[in-house]
């Protein structure tokens, strides 16, 4: 919920995934805790659909939350994620579209940076999932089942020509926060694709060293 230029991190997340073609609806799954209060709030403010669920257990959330708008499948996105990519949201879906995967991931193995993550789920493969035995691991982090037993699912994975391992564009410490001020700061991110965020995430790192 931090304001990053004039919109939360959350509403900028959601206007990029919004500006992609192919994405049909847009739901935020959150938890039931009081403490997402303020997360529910913001929905209800931007008229954005949400669903309620557990906090630890991711599994059951994006479960719940997938049959309650009745899809075949659903595109999961990080809400750390202000800088994701609408190009390669829908090259995702093309992809999952045109095939029979399970899952389309471009994290398996990973090659784009960490907030470019998107991953395009089979409804009835998490609902597989969900009636697993799952690690605690597991249950938070909803996909690593599927990577766990990559052999009992058909995945499909996406590459960006380029080892982007170890960039990042996601906000997880006041540090991502500091460089992520600075890129918004810096020009308008309006049509910009994530190589063009990354150029500009560099020097504003490199901005926050030299200072």
């Known amino acids: 919920m931090l304001p990053l230029g004039k919109s939360a991190i959350l509403g900028r997340c959601i206007e990029r995934v919004s500006s992609a073609k192919r994405v049909s609806d847009i739901l935020v799954a959150t938890s039931t805790e009081i403490s997402d209060q303020a997360i529910v709030e913001f929905c209800l403010a931007n008229n954005t659909s949400y669903h309620l669920g557990s906090l630890d257990n991711v599994?059951?959330?994006?479960?719940?939350?997938?049959?309650?708008?009745?899809?075949?499948?659903?595109?999961?996105?990080?809400?750390d994620s202000p800088f994701i990519d609408p190009k390669i949201i829908d090259e995702a879906i093309s992809i999952f579209s045109s095939t029979d995967f399970d899952l389309v991931t471009n994290?398996?193995?990973r090659s784009f940076p960490k907030g470019q993550?998107?991953?395009?789920?089979?409804?009835?493969?998490?609902?597989?999932?969900?009636?697993?035995?799952l690690s605690n691991d597991e249950r938070e982090h909803a996909t690593s089942y599927f990577y766990n037993n990559h052999s009992k699912f058909k995945i499909g994975a996406m590459r960006s020509g380029t080892e982007y391992t170890n960039s990042r564009?996601?906000?997880?410490?006041?540090?991502?926060?500091?460089?992520?001020?600075?890129?918004?700061?810096?020009?308008?991110?309006n049509g910009l694709g994530w190589e063009a965020i990354e150029d500009l995430w560099i020097k504003a790192s490199q901005s926050i060293i030299e200072n």
């Not at 997938?66 to 809400?79: M, N, P, T, V």
């Not at 564009?169 to 991110?189: M, W, Y």
């Open 107 to 109: 994290v398996f193995p």
């Open 59 to 79: 599994v059951e959330r994006l479960w719940g939350a997938a049959q309650s708008k009745k899809q075949k499948a659903f595109l999961r996105i990080c809400g």
């Open 169 to 189: 564009h996601c906000i997880d410490d006041k540090k991502d926060f500091s460089i992520a001020e600075r890129v918004v700061g810096s020009k308008d991110l």
């Open 117 to 133: 993550s998107v991953e395009i789920i089979k409804t009835t493969a998490l609902g597989r999932i969900s009636k697993a035995t």
